[in-house]
């Protein structure tokens, strides 16, 4: 696609409730990035893909937190027995990681709320 | 350990003032990029510059620039003739040799009419 598209854009649940956020990089891009976003923080690192695989997923904060990518392209962040402390808006970003440039190219972003 | 700080929080500056973002960083990694992003209200991380830590060139665009001096590991973003559409977070980051992407936790420029 043209750009990173993450769905859904708002997503509301209560605690302990299971959830699953979609990324769709742009067509291409081999490296894919989580990143958690908290009100008035910087993004905070998640996990990191190459290809298939997860390169670095030392940004997760606990075993609640998990991310796949099975085919290299989608990717989708599960999130199980969801607290408060979750709430926060979950950015995508994709880039060329081999061209030498490595620029983040960062979808909308999901919004999280847990009540 | 990588770090990036923006200690300005918030800045409000009156539309055509100049204006400068601060960042410093700490990294031991002899080979590092740095980047500047804007959030706007939208916000969609928009991707501003990147510069390599060989080059400490400044570089202009139109009414931004950026300044590096890798003696004090500092990249300033100046916007100069500021708009009301400069209104947006300001986010620094930068990138080790393991392709991992560090933020600041950004500053907040107000660009009042």
């Known amino acids: 696609g043209a750009g990173v598209s993450q769905t859904p854009s708002n997503k509301v649940t209560e605690k302990g409730k299971y959830v699953e956020l979609r990324c769709d990089p742009i067509?291409?891009?081999?490296?894919l990035y989580w990143y958690r976003q908290s009100l008035g923080q910087g993004p905070e690192f998640l996990i990191y893909?190459?290809?298939?695989?997860?390169?670095?997923d030392s940004g997760l904060p606990n075993d609640r937190f998990f991310a796949v990518r099975p085919e290299g392209s989608v990717s989708t962040l599960k999130i199980q027995r969801t607290e408060r402390g979750d709430s926060a808006v979950y950015l995508c970003a994709s880039s060329l990681i081999f061209s030498g440039a490595n620029v983040l190219t960062f979808g909308a972003g999901s919004r999280l709320t847990v009540l | 350990a990588q770090k990036v700080t923006q200690a300005q929080t918030e800045i409000s500056v009156v539309e055509k003032e100049d204006v400068t973002l601060d960042c410093v960083y700490e990294?031991?990694?002899?080979?590092?990029?740095l980047f500047w992003y804007k959030q706007p209200p939208s916000g969609e991380l928009v991707f501003l510059i990147r510069?390599?830590?060989?080059?400490?060139q400044n570089e202009i665009s139109g009414r931004y620039s950026w300044n590096f001096q890798k003696s004090t590991s500092s990249f300033n973003f100046t916007i100069t003739a500021s708009q009301v559409v400069d209104s947006a977070v300001y986010f620094c980051?930068?990138?080790?040799?393991?392709?991992?992407?560090?933020f600041g936790t950004g500053t907040s420029l107000t660009v009042i009419p």
């Open positions: 990294t031991r990694d002899t080979t590092y990029y």
């Open positions: 067509s291409g891009h081999t490296a």
């Open positions: 510069r390599n830590s060989f080059d400490e």
């Open positions: 893909f190459q290809g298939t695989g997860a390169a670095d």
């Open positions: 980051a930068l990138r080790n040799t393991g392709n991992q992407f560090y």
